[in-house]
């Protein structure tokens, strides 16, 4: 099983910009897949970003489209999340999640807060 640890996470003002970071060890696989989901106090987990390694695939949540940017280097199991034009909406925790079979979301870091002030 993957550990994941988030860091970066902090305070900013509405559009500023933030970078997080998501440091994988331990069981990996072929099919590794990395993302980012997040959760607002009251709200559901949301889905933000993923990178899957080979292929090389991203894909995004429809209101982060054109703001983030998710990026990685499997060969150091790090994974980015590049947070532009923030705004009050995007504050929640932001939470690293691995997949190792490609079907599903297994393992989940603690999470990192970020909160954008207006």
């Known amino acids: 099983q993957a550990q994941l640890v988030e860091s970066g996470g902090g305070l900013v003002q509405a559009g500023g910009s933030l970078r997080l970071s998501c440091a994988a060890s331990?069981?990996?696989?072929?099919?590794?897949?990395m993302g980012w989901f997040r959760q607002a106090p009251g709200k559901e987990r949301e889905f933000v970003a993923s990178?899957?390694?080979?292929?090389?695939?991203?894909y995004y949540g429809d209101s982060v489209k054109g703001r983030f940017t998710i990026s990685g280097d499997n060969a150091k199991n790090t994974v980015y999340l590049q947070m532009n034009s923030l705004k009050p909406e995007d504050t929640a925790v932001y939470y690293c999640?691995?997949?190792?079979?490609?079907?599903?979301?297994?393992?989940w870091g603690q999470g990192t807060q970020v909160t954008v002030s207006s």
């Open positions: 999640a691995a997949d190792i079979s490609g079907s599903s979301w297994s393992t």
């Open positions: 331990g069981r990996t696989s072929s099919n590794y897949r």
């Open positions: 990178v899957r390694w080979s292929p090389n695939l991203r």
